[in-house]
């Protein structure tokens, strides 16, 4: 079945620590997305890509890099400049083209901690 | 930036009564979509309904929005205890989804 799969589900960092979460689709979804979640909020942009080797900075960029060599992969480094990481990461993707109206679909998300 | 406000931020009724979600929003949109989340889980796509759009149903979901009111609501009908999850609106436009902060619906037996 085509999906979403994030990994690991749940990453411990130290402090001054750089960690890449994994975001990897089989949907053949043009675009990818990053999306950090905070306890009893919503969904925050952090990157996007809509083709490969292509990216833009969303609304909180800040402390973040991002690759996308491959179609298939979008994966998201929290660097040591990221002062607040502990969070819940979400990768989703989806389709492109005239007035994008499609749905996302996400991943099952990783959780962050800094120990 | 949180471009979609629901209301309420949370919601507690009987199994089998009806849940309406509201959403508001500030700039022009494509479509406006609303999707589920069940606890540290990933969200899960309800429904979209585009901007010349006025009602969409689907199941035990309806959707409406009022661009003008730049407003949309979901209600779920006949609820039951797997309704029990967070649900939010995102709005999409230049390409992005912007989320707003949900409402928590919770369905008591």
């Known amino acids: 079945d085509g999906g979403i799969t994030q990994s690991p589900k749940y990453l411990f960092r130290k402090e001054g620590q750089n960690v890449t979460l994994s975001c990897e689709q089989n949907?053949?979804?043009?675009?990818m997305y990053w999306y950090r979640q905070d306890p009893g909020q919503g969904l925050r942009l952090i990157y996007y890509?809509?083709?490969?080797?292509?990216?833009q900075k969303g609304d909180i960029a800040e402390g973040y890099s991002v690759s996308r060599e491959k179609k298939e992969s979008f994966p998201l480094t929290v660097t040591s400049a990221q002062k607040n990481p502990t969070a819940f990461y979400l990768c989703?993707?989806?389709?492109?083209?005239?007035?994008?109206?499609?749905?996302?679909?996400f991943g099952s998300g990783t959780r962050l901690t800094v120990v | 930036s949180q471009q979609g406000e629901e209301d309420p931020q949370a919601l507690s009724i009987q199994e089998g009564e009806n849940a309406t979600m509201n959403c508001s929003y500030k700039?022009?949109?494509?479509?406006l979509q609303w999707y589920r989340q069940n606890s540290g889980r990933g969200l899960v796509h309800l429904i979209l309904?585009?901007?010349?759009?006025r009602e969409k149903h689907s199941g035990r979901l309806r959707v409406t929005l009022d661009t003008s009111k730049k407003s949309s609501s979901l209600l779920i009908t006949a609820s039951r205890a797997a309704d029990t999850a967070s649900y939010f609106c995102?709005?999409?436009?230049?390409?992005?989804?912007?989320f707003g902060q949900g409402t928590r619906l919770t369905i008591n037996p």
């Open positions: 989703a993707s989806t389709r492109t083209g005239q007035w994008s109206n499609y749905g996302y679909t």
């Open positions: 949907l053949n979804h043009d675009a």
């Open positions: 890509s809509q083709i490969v080797n292509d990216f």
């Open positions: 700039t022009s949109i494509n479509n």
């Open positions: 309904i585009r901007s010349n759009e």
């Open positions: 995102a709005t999409s436009s230049a390409q992005k989804l912007v």
